[in-house]
């Protein structure tokens, strides 16, 4: 696999393990026992700390991305291994 492939694919882990690890570690103001603001969500967080949040999601991100590796140096799962529908033996034209 060449490197700008393997980048490509490494930036795409990455944007999917945001939405992945975003959720955790999140508190509310009302869980923290502040003062709620008005016009903001109830949901919203106390506190946005993003170079926490970009650590944690590098560090899922490269541990995916090993894992892909892995996986496409060693063929653990292949295509063929996850065929639900025994399509591995039609001919295609």
Same mark, same amino acid.
């Given at each position: 696999? $060449? =490197?700008? +492939? %393997?980048?490509?694919?490494? #930036?795409? !882990? =990455?944007? !999917?393990? #945001? !939405?992945? #690890?975003?959720p955790f570690g999140v508190k509310t103001t009302r869980e923290v &026992? &502040? /003062?709620? #603001?008005? &016009?903001? %969500? /109830? +949901?919203?967080?106390? /506190? !946005? $700390?993003? &170079? $926490?949040?970009a650590w944690r999601v590098t560090v899922v991100a490269t541990v995916l991305f090993v894992l892909f590796q892995l996986n496409y140096s060693y063929g653990w799962i292949t295509p063929l291994s996850v065929d639900l529908f025994d399509r591995g033996n039609m001919v295609t034209r």
């Open positions: 696999m $060449r =490197w700008t +492939s %393997a980048l490509a694919i490494y #930036v795409l !882990f =990455w944007s !999917f393990s #945001v !939405f992945l #690890v975003l &026992g &502040g /003062e709620h #603001v008005p &016009g903001q %969500a /109830e +949901s919203a967080p106390h /506190e !946005f $700390r993003s &170079g $926490r949040t």
